[in-house]
């Protein structure tokens, strides 16, 4: 770039972090950490997925996790911490198992089945894994150890169009294996993984009064799933039976319709604060009232909302923007705790 004689670049080089990791020559699309050991996995545009440890300064390099050829956009680690699965943007999913308490990672399988990886989501307690396609169609697999390989377990195809989500739910009970996926098609299923069957649909025209909304996020909690749209749209769905306890136009008059996408939602899990937050495009976090489901409040980043995170049980809310800077609020008063970044 060509500056005209007098002017200056300037360039924020403010990081305020108490640790970084900086391996990755590319734009780092997932991270997610061990259930256990203080290690995290995260996937990056230069098709590579670096383990790191997370409680050393400097962190220390674990291994990449290899055999991917595109950009690493998600994964997870089972509930137990022997296996971790990575998925890619050529439809490369990669299952690698530990040794030596987590210090050695080996390749135990992998799977081609589409053309793109949109989402991973990992069973908490079984060696269960899923993943979606931009086709729509929606994959189980079972880690088996016996058998050293990786079975299908099921493959649907109720969406038409970009499935966009699926989380394993009622998890206690490991004698149903049971996944709620959405799509941009407005539909949103719950599926019994074992038999392939739907429990239920949700369409759009039916359920929805007329509303189609593509669906991009999806969180549960307890008895219920909240799923947030494109276009602004929040739903609360009573998980076993499906009805829709809640519908709402989550914002309104914005300049900018791509404003109105809900690209993260949170379930505060402190007993005597019943919030769920929601971020947007916009940079609004949204705080609803998870009882009568009415907007307690409203907080602002300075872009984009990416992600948001209750803290364990507590009312601290942990929220991220597209540039770069870290959030940390008390969700009972708005009160804004600190505004960090990374580089």
Same mark, same amino acid.
């Given at each position: 770039?060509?500056?005209?004689?007098?002017?200056?670049?300037?360039?924020?080089?403010?990081?305020?972090?108490?640790?970084?990791?900086?391996?990755?020559?590319?734009?780092?699309?997932?991270?997610?950490?061990?259930?256990?050991?203080?290690?995290?996995?995260?996937?990056?545009?230069?098709?590579?997925?670096?383990?790191?440890?997370?409680?050393?300064?400097?962190?220390?390099?674990?291994?990449?996790?290899?055999?991917?050829?595109?950009?690493?956009?998600?994964?997870?680690?089972?509930?137990?911490?022997?296996?971790?699965?990575?998925?890619?943007?050529?439809?490369?999913?990669?299952?690698?198992?530990?040794?030596?308490?987590?210090?050695?990672?080996?390749?135990?399988?992998?799977?081609?089945?589409?053309? %793109?990886?949109? =989402?991973? #989501?990992?069973?908490?307690?079984?060696?269960? /894994? *899923?993943? $979606? !396609?931009? +086709? @729509?169609?929606?994959?189980?697999?079972?880690?088996?150890?016996?058998?050293?390989?990786?079975?299908?377990?099921?493959?649907?195809?109720?969406?038409?169009?970009?499935?966009?989500?699926?989380?394993?739910?009622?998890?206690?009970?490991?004698?149903?294996?049971?996944?709620?996926?959405?799509?941009?098609?407005?539909?949103?299923?719950?599926?019994?993984?074992?038999?392939?069957?739907?429990?239920?649909?949700?369409?759009?025209?039916?359920?929805?009064?007329?509303? %189609?909304?593509? =669906?991009? #996020?999806?969180?549960?909690?307890?008895?219920? /799933? *909240?799923? $947030? !749209?494109? +276009? @602004?749209?929040?739903?609360?769905?009573?998980?076993?039976?499906?009805?829709?306890?809640?519908?709402?136009?989550?914002?309104?008059?914005?300049?900018?319709?791509?404003?109105?996408?809900?690209?993260?939602?949170?379930?505060?899990?402190?007993?005597?604060?019943?919030?769920?937050?929601?971020?947007?495009?916009?940079?609004?976090?949204?705080?609803?009232?998870?009882?009568?489901?009415?907007?307690?409040?409203?907080?602002?980043?300075?872009?984009?909302?990416?992600?948001?995170?209750?803290?364990?049980?507590?009312?601290?809310?942990?929220?991220?923007?597209?540039? $770069?800077?870290?959030?940390?609020?008390?969700?009972?008063?708005?009160?804004?705790?600190?505004?960090?970044?990374?580089?």
């Amino acid at each position: 770039m060509d500056l005209d004689e007098g002017e200056t670049l300037e360039i924020d080089l403010a990081n305020n972090s108490w640790t970084y990791f900086d391996q990755h020559k590319d734009s780092v699309f997932v991270i997610f950490r061990h259930p256990s050991l203080p290690m995290v996995v995260t996937g990056a545009g230069d098709n590579t997925a670096y383990m790191w440890t997370t409680h050393t300064q400097p962190p220390r390099f674990v291994g990449e996790l290899l055999g991917h050829k595109e950009s690493v956009i998600a994964g997870g680690f089972t509930g137990d911490g022997k296996f971790v699965i990575t998925g890619d943007m050529n439809g490369c999913i990669q299952v690698h198992k530990a040794a030596k308490g987590g210090q050695k990672w080996s390749k135990f399988g992998e799977l081609e089945e589409v053309e %793109e990886v949109l =989402w991973i #989501s990992v069973h908490p307690e079984l060696p269960y /894994f *899923a993943f $979606g !396609a931009p +086709d @729509g169609s929606v994959w189980v697999y079972q880690i088996n150890e016996d058998s050293k390989s990786l079975e299908q377990v099921m493959s649907g195809f109720s969406h038409n169009s970009e499935c966009n989500g699926g989380v394993f739910v009622n998890t206690d009970n490991h004698d149903s294996l049971t996944l709620v996926t959405i799509s941009e098609d407005g539909l949103i299923v719950n599926w019994n993984a074992f038999s392939g069957a739907t429990n239920y649909k949700l369409q759009p025209h039916d359920d929805f009064k007329g509303v %189609e909304s593509p =669906w991009v #996020s999806l969180k549960t909690y307890k008895n219920v /799933f *909240a799923v $947030g !749209a494109r +276009d @602004g749209q929040l739903a609360i769905v009573n998980l076993d039976t499906g009805r829709i306890v809640h519908h709402v136009k989550t914002i309104e008059n914005v300049e900018d319709i791509a404003d109105l996408s809900v690209e993260a939602l949170s379930w505060c899990k402190n007993p005597t604060v019943n919030l769920l937050a929601v971020g947007l495009v916009s940079g609004d976090v949204l705080l609803f009232d998870s009882l009568q489901w009415r907007l307690r409040r409203t907080l602002k980043a300075d872009d984009t909302i990416t992600k948001l995170e209750f803290v364990d049980e507590t009312p601290i809310l942990i929220g991220s923007s597209m540039n $770069g800077k870290i959030y940390k609020w008390d969700a009972r008063t708005g009160e804004e705790l600190f505004r960090r970044r990374g580089s």
